[in-house]
């Protein structure tokens, strides 16, 4: 079954952008993304299984159950998971909304990336909270398209980055949910929940995040919903590709860019 809803589509380009994120992010925003030993954790949304292969091999002594809604993205990470020689992730097309696990199934429960393109982010979160053993702890890794500044600074690339946050919001998401992470898992009744920001901050001395980041993640992301948002009416294509333009030029060796992630921890009890 295909999400026509997420807004980035299921080309190989987004695959590819979606695996380049990750690489590049696996510092940041995975350095503590550790379970204990025997953990049995539900990566809910794995996509491609770019997220997936980061933190099964760091937690090799845990067992991962990956879902998502796409059976196409689930046999992409069903692929790369047996050519990277994993052995401890099984995989399995699954609604978030609607987990086909008892309560209390899992010890941990991640999910990066996803919150942002549902429609009711609190009802995915309390979905996961039923699945999740008392004790556990979810894991919620999301950006803010609010957060992105940069050098030299440009309206175009400004509006072009409020593109995506509009066709987002169209198709019931929130390109700018980081903010509400700490507030949305408030609200499931988790308690101990921290949340910390993950500033990536990219100039010419940090080669790799130039390609990396301000490249292959964030211009490639907004780049990659063009056509829809020309098509739309929401922008005319001259300025679309003047901010894109502009936000290439942020890479150049005198450009600077940030963006910040947040990731969220809550255990329930
Ligand atoms: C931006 S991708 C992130 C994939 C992966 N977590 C990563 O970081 O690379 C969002 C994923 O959420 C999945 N998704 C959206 N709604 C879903 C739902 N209701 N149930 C399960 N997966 C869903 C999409 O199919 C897509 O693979």
Redo the contacts with the bound molecule.
């Keep these: 079954m295909m ?1 026509t ?2 807004v ?1 589509g ?1 080309s190989d380009r ?1 695959a590819l952008r ?2 380049d ?2 690489d590049t992010l696996d510092n940041i925003i995975h350095n503590d993304t550790i379970f204990s030993k025997d953990s049995l954790v539900l ?10 292969k980061i933190i099964a091999k760091k937690n090799p002594d845990s067992n991962f159950m990956s ?4 059976e196409d ?1 689930i046999s992409e990470a069903q692929k790369l998971i047996k050519a990277l020689n994993i052995n401890n992730v099984e995989f399995r097309q ?4 609607n987990l086909p696990y008892k309560d209390e199934t899992f010890d941990n429960v991640i ?4 919150l ?3 429609h009711n982010p609190k009802q ?1 979160l309390n979905e996961l909270k039923r699945v999740l053993k008392n004790g556990g702890k979810i894991i919620a ?1 999301e950006g803010d398209h609010g957060s992105a500044f940069f050098y030299p600074d440009s309206k175009y690339a400004h509006s072009a980055i409020d593109c995506l946050i509009q066709l987002q919001r169209q198709s019931g998401g929130n390109s700018n949910i980081g903010r509400e992470l700490y507030p949305l898992l408030n609200s499931i009744g988790l308690s101990g929940i921290s949340v910390s920001p993950r500033m990536v901050y990219v100039d010419a001395s940090r080669p790799q995040l130039v390609e990396g980041f301000i490249k292959n993640t964030f211009t490639a992301m907004i780049e990659g919903v063009g056509e829809k948002v020309i098509k739309q009416g929401i922008v005319n294509r001259s300025n679309f590709k003047k901010g894109i333009k502009d936000l290439y030029r942020t890479a150049q060796p005198d450009g600077v860019f940030s963006y910040t992630f947040f990731k969220g921890y809550g255990t329930k009890n």
Excluded: K, P
Aim: glycine residues 8%; contains cysteine; hydrophobic residues 40%.
């Design positions: 999400n809803r997420y980035h299921y987004e979606l695996n994120q990750a990566e809910a949304g794995c996509g491609v299984g770019a997220q997936t879902v998502d809604l796409s993205s699954a609604d978030i909304y999910i990066c990336f996803v942002e393109h549902l995915a890794i």
